[in-house]
């Protein structure tokens, strides 16, 4: 009798947070007003999100009106340490970088990672059924055994599968609702889709960094920061 095995997940975390609609109200002001005072628009496209990090707006962990949500995305990231089983105890993790995106008609967010860390979260603020929904990528293709059999648009308009789903595909697109708080690995490609008519769709992006409480067995941690020496430059 054959069995299949399925080896090597992405694991990708969604929790709905409780955040009030005042409080809501408040960060999207505050969004809404980052972006009047953006420092480089010259560096966005018509057809590109705005983002807050390209703009001068990058630590939204430390502005008060975010204290509430970012308490429970700390609490949703030991959550998700949990579902993979990692001793976050020897860990200490810091909010390195967070900011707002701000998508209209049909601007949208090119693919990317966040490669200057390790986790990160992108929080649905503001969200339509219809805005342009995430989509992860798949880099490692494990299951491609013919070179762009996954992505080639000449097979796929020959229905050279006959159904797609995740052991077949490179992409997967992600349903999220407002308040929708997802938490992937900072390496996962991801974008949002194209071609479609969003009505301010505001998310929050944030990276998460983990050091090691105690670097002194340790091969493969970043050693706690009290302990680097900063140059004199
Ligand atoms: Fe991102």
Redesign the pocket.
């Known amino acids: 009798m054959q069995k299949i095995f399925n080896f090597f997940p992405l694991t990708v975390y969604k929790s709905s947070l409780s955040l009030s609609e005042s409080e809501k109200n408040e960060m999207i002001e505050e969004v809404r007003l980052m972006e009047k005072k953006s420092k480089n628009l010259d560096y966005k496209s018509t057809t590109k999100a705005w983002t807050g990090d390209t703009q001068g707006f990058e630590y939204l962990h430390n502005n008060p009106k975010f204290k509430n949500l970012f308490i429970q995305i700390n609490n949703c990231i030991l959550e998700y340490l949990e579902s993979l089983s990692v001793n976050y105890k020897k860990l200490d993790l810091y909010f390195q970088r967070s900011w707002a995106?701000i998508s209209k008609k049909t601007e949208h967010?090119d693919n990317?990672?966040?490669d200057q860390s390790h986790l990160?979260i992108?929080f649905y603020l503001k969200k339509q059924k219809d805005d342009a929904k995430i989509m992860f990528f798949d880099t490692s293709k494990h299951n491609e055994f013919i070179p762009q059999l996954f992505d080639s648009r000449s097979l796929a308009k020959e229905n050279i599968f006959k159904k797609r789903d995740i052991l077949n595909s490179s992409k997967v697109v992600f349903d999220t609702k407002e308040d929708d708080l997802l938490i992937f690995p900072s390496k996962t490609i991801?974008?949002t889709e194209q071609g479609k008519s969003n009505s301010e769709r505001i998310s929050i992006?944030a990276d998460i960094v983990f050091l090691a409480k105690d670097s002194s067995t340790l091969e493969h941690l970043v050693p706690p920061v009290e302990n680097w020496k900063k140059f004199s430059n």
Do not use: L, Q, R, V
């Open positions: 995106t967010i990317h990672s966040h990160s992108a991801h974008g992006s």
